[in-house]
């Protein structure tokens, strides 16, 4: 417990410290360091506020106590130990509070983020489990409260896209939909099938925290941009004006494409955030493949290759296969309903981090 109060001792320390420093006139004039220490500050204040009940708690069993140990009093003794029973009860619950609280937070969790759905083996069937799943993500984006922008699609062969990307906007966005990224693999008869046979197709999502310029910064020397007619549904439009942006970073020969929005300078916008996000992604998953070396979880692999679930259809299931957890509510879960299989990846990952804290 000692170790808990010095943790925390320490962070209420820090907690004074920025806020003080968040008035000073010098620190406001310099925005990036301004804009880091209200994130700090935010970061902190949750845990402090819990620190002050965690030791007021104490401060007051060490009282009741000592009224325990010198009061003959028989009534007053009944207060001081229904008030330690109290108290006593209440600690455990704090304790694992503060627990939750000091494991540490992804710093990209808070952000925004850029989803890509992209059909992989399956053909027209892959295609149109992208769509499926883009329907499914846009309902819970519904029920979270949040927004989204489609920044480019291209259409399947008959059904479907081949790919969809957007971008996400709200509240603690990130932290909830990296899990999602990797291969989504569907089982079920496709629509084309005579037979009735079971077929297998996969298509990959890949979920970016959307990086703004203090997080990485984008030299546009080193990009080539291109224009192009937009295709795809959208009317006479999309033929008559050249609106659509492709940009290629030459040192890593990444290409990033935008073409859903109505304006040139829109797509061009658009298009510098994705291809930002992806170069920041590169570079994130070099600091967690260092990260990974000391300590493997489970959870969040970063290996966008890998299978982490099947959607079954003749079994109306869903299974994660980074926590083999399996859902039996396929029809309400592909309606934007997956919050419970999220919340359980979150406490996955948020249990191994916990373990990695006390080895």
Known sequence: MQDLLKKLEAINYRFIEVSTLIVDPDIISDMDRYVKLNKEYRDLEEIVGVYKKYKNILDNLVGAREILAVEEDPEMREMAKAEIDDLEKQKPELEEQIKYLLIPKDPEDDKNAIMELRAGTGGDEACIFVEDCFRMYTLFFKNMGWSYEILNSQEGGTKGYKEVSMEVTGAGIYGMLK???????????????????????????????????????????????????????????????????????????????????????????????????????????????????????????????????????????????????????????????????IDSLKMAENAEKMKGETA
């Open 179 to 341: 899990f999602e990224s990797g291969v989504h693999r569907v089982q079920r008869v496709p629509e084309t099938e005579s037979q009735g046979r079971v077929h297998t197709s996969a298509i990959t999502v890949a979920v970016l925290p959307e990086a703004e310029e203090v997080d990485f910064e984008l030299d546009m020397n080193d990009v080539r941009k291109d224009t192009f007619r937009a295709s795809g549904a959208g009317g006479q439009h999309i033929n008559k004006t050249e609106s659509a942006i492709r940009l290629t970073h030459l040192p890593s020969g990444l290409v990033v494409e935008c073409q859903d929005g109505r304006s040139q300078h829109k797509n061009l916008e658009k298009a510098i955030s994705v291809l930002r996000s992806r170069l920041y992604q590169i570079e994130l998953d070099r600091v967690h493949e260092e990260r990974a070396a000391q300590r493997k979880t489970l959870v969040s692999t970063g290996d966008r290759s890998a299978k982490i679930r099947t959607y079954n259809y003749p079994q109306g299931r869903i299974t994660d296969h980074r926590i083999n957890k399996t859902m039996y509510n396929l029809s309400s879960f592909m309606n934007g309903d997956i919050q419970e299989m």
